[in-house]
């Protein structure tokens, strides 16, 4: 045997198989105990889905609310206008104004009625462009129709003829049909700090026990939050890293199959003159006694959930490009374990015991990440980001500390981000 | 699929009838185990406790590997729970070279098998200092090297070597002067 001693031997061929059952109360306080860790595995779970379906609604209700902001509702704006306008964009700073030119439509020659308004149309037909300057102004006296005061302003051209009263027309609001350009959408002040973004970060690992696998993928959705030159940036990322695990077999040999002896029978032959024995025999497996050692390899795949927690500070910015520097916190959840090989055989042998001398993965785990941020702006909304990072683990990605120094990483993030 | 692979998708579904059945298969042979590192039969239960706590919390990550392979995966976890007690409660548990007692001889190579029982030699086994009854589990029923039990342990490989051999000798002196008197108190009286 393994043990070379006759009297280890014995031990382990004694005591080895030792058992003690135990008592009926302790067996009761062990069960209870169990019990009652089964509910907190059941409530963490809970909790991990909830958390994973809370990130998943918030990334959906954030790309809601920005393709909602996106087309303006316009439900209670009615079809027949009286005045439709092809909004011109001027710069402005805080307040919104568009001038518009006027155009008559069928209904307003239709409601001519007053001689204010008859006065305003002989205007308009003698005066080729009068221009409108259209002031934002909610009005909640009218329900069904969202109307703009209007203030027509003299024709520069016409400031020497005569003088014209300033006068206010109700318009309503564009139709949705009307073209409008994304420039002109309604964004509310507080949402214009926000940006949403995909990426992808290669990640390269080092300080682990396997140093032929050190590439990690990790990609996922962020939001973030930005007054020039500070930002703050999360999101919720997925992480798939791959690595071999060892796995030590004890085990005793396979020698094949014996005929065991299970009983003879004698009976007097047929003359009576001789015993004939009758030899009954039964197929018995036999192992060999020496233990043998094996080490095998599985590669396994690990699959994290990672949040991240980035501050970011600017300190140039272009027109085109900006560049910075960012740092922060990273939370990184072991979500799931898969295996990708198949299970090592060792055929008919007896398997005494299996260690795993590569420990296993811890389920959480801190890194802290260091950055160097480039910003490419790639349209009014549209923007690539350029960051190659430095991540330092505070703890071992391994439940035992498997290597004396704590995991570091390089990784490049790339990220395309939408100005909400 | 085997009977034991069921019960494991059970137990991480949850179902408290399959963590019954498999505590009921398993806790006797792991109860020995715990018995064999710590003589305190008391302790050894709340071992047996906290080993089936992480069992339980680990089922998800454990892949079967075939018949054998569970209890193989959950002696393990007690073992190392048994360790971690040891470290944490017996700090004087030392691997020094010279901790043998002086007057400490090899017994006599007699066969002493056939006189003594399991239950005594872990009864016998349990009387050892903690260092060396802790090498000598490690060597003798877990198969661990020299060098494994070295890393386990943090101490160096000779030390572990020296340990198994003083282990060794004590054990055998006892037994014989066990096999002498024949003074033998239950390891775990059974209720």
């Not at chain 1, 609604?57 to 954030?62: G, I």
């Not at chain 1, 927690?309 to 072991?334: C, E, K, N, W, Y």
């Not at chain 2, 003083?166 to 024949?182: D, P």
Request: aromatic share 10%; glycine share 4%; charged share 25%.
């Amino acid at each position: 045997m393994k043990n070379n001693d006759p009297f280890l031997d014995f031990l382990e061929s004694t005591a080895g198989t030792y058992e003690a059952a135990p008592p009926a109360d302790v067996r009761r306080r062990h069960l209870a105990a169990l019990a009652e860790e089964t509910a907190a595995i059941r409530r963490k779970r809970l909790r991990r889905t909830g958390l994973l379906l809370s990130a998943v609604l918030m990334v959906v209700s954030t790309t809601l609310f920005w393709w909602l902001n996106q087309t303006p509702s316009m439900e209670d704006c009615f079809s027949n206008q009286i005045v439709s306008y092809q909004p011109v964009e001027k710069a402005a700073q805080g307040a919104r104004e568009v001038l518009a030119s006027p155009t008559t439509t069928a209904l307003e020659t239709s409601r001519e009625a007053t001689p204010l308004q008859k006065e305003n149309r002989t205007f308009d037909q003698q005066l080729p462009a009068i221009e409108f300057e259209v002031k934002e102004h909610p009005l909640t006296l009218l329900p069904v129709r969202k109307l703009l005061p209007v203030v027509a302003k003299p024709h520069a051209s016409l400031s020497g003829f005569r003088k014209i009263p300033a006068k206010v027309i109700l318009l309503p609001m564009p139709d949705s049909t009307a073209p409008t350009k994304p420039s002109q959408r309604k964004v509310m002040p507080w949402i214009e700090n926000f940006s949403a973004g995909v990426h992808y970060t290669p990640e390269w690992m080092f300080n682990t026990l396997d140093q032929t696998d050190r590439l990690v993928h990790n990609f996922g959705a962020e939001l973030s939050w930005s007054k020039k030159p500070f930002s703050v940036r999360s999101g919720v990322s997925v992480s798939l890293a791959t690595g071999v695990t060892d796995l030590a077999y004890t085990y005793n040999e396979n020698l094949g199959v014996k005929q065991k002896l299970d009983s003879v029978s004698f009976a007097w032959d047929e003359e009576g003159r001789k015993i004939v024995p009758t030899w009954y025999f039964s197929e018995k497996t036999v192992f060999d006694t020496a233990t043998d050692f094996t080490v095998t390899s599985v590669r396994k795949r690990y699959l994290y959930l990672q949040i991240p927690l980035i501050l970011g500070f600017d300190f140039h910015q272009t027109q085109r490009v900006s560049m910075g520097l960012r740092a922060g916190p990273v939370m990184q959840i072991l979500l799931n374990t898969s295996q990708l090989d198949a299970n090592p055989s060792l055929g008919n042998n007896r398997v005494i015991s299996i260690n795993q001398l590569t420990p296993e993965r811890l389920s959480l785990h801190w890194q802290a990440l260091f950055g160097f941020n480039t910003t490419f702006v790639l349209s009014k909304r549209f923007n690539l980001e350029i960051e190659p990072h430095v991540k330092y683990y505070f703890n071992s990605v391994y439940e035992k500390a498997a290597t004396r120094q704590k995991p570091w990483s390089l990784e490049v993030r790339s990220a395309l981000i939408i100005k909400l | 699929m085997t009977n034991e692979q069921e019960i494991l998708k059970r137990c991480i579904k949850g179902d408290n009838r399959a963590l019954t059945a498999l505590y009921d298969r398993y806790a006797p042979k792991l109860l020995g185990v715990c018995l064999r590192y710590v003589p305190a039969k008391s302790d050894a239960e709340d071992i047996l406790q906290d080993a089936f706590i992480k069992i339980l919390r680990n089922l998800e990550r454990f892949e079967y590997r075939g018949e054998g392979s569970v209890e193989g995966w959950m002696r393990r976890i007690v073992v190392n729970s048994s360790l971690n007690f040891l470290r944490d409660r017996e700090k004087n548990m030392v691997l020094v070279e010279n901790m043998m007692p002086a007057d400490v001889e090899a017994g006599d190579e007699d066969d002493v098998s056939p006189r003594v029982s399991p239950e005594e030699i872990i009864r016998l086994i349990q009387q050892l200092p903690a260092g060396y009854r802790t090498v000598l589990n490690l060597f003798v029923f877990e198969h661990y090297s020299h060098k494994e039990i070295s890393v386990l342990l943090n101490c160096s490989e000779s030390n572990s070597k020296s340990q198994l051999l003083r282990a060794r000798m004590l054990l055998k002196k006892n037994m014989m002067q066990f096999i002498a008197n024949k003074e033998f108190v239950p390891v775990y009286e059974k209720q």
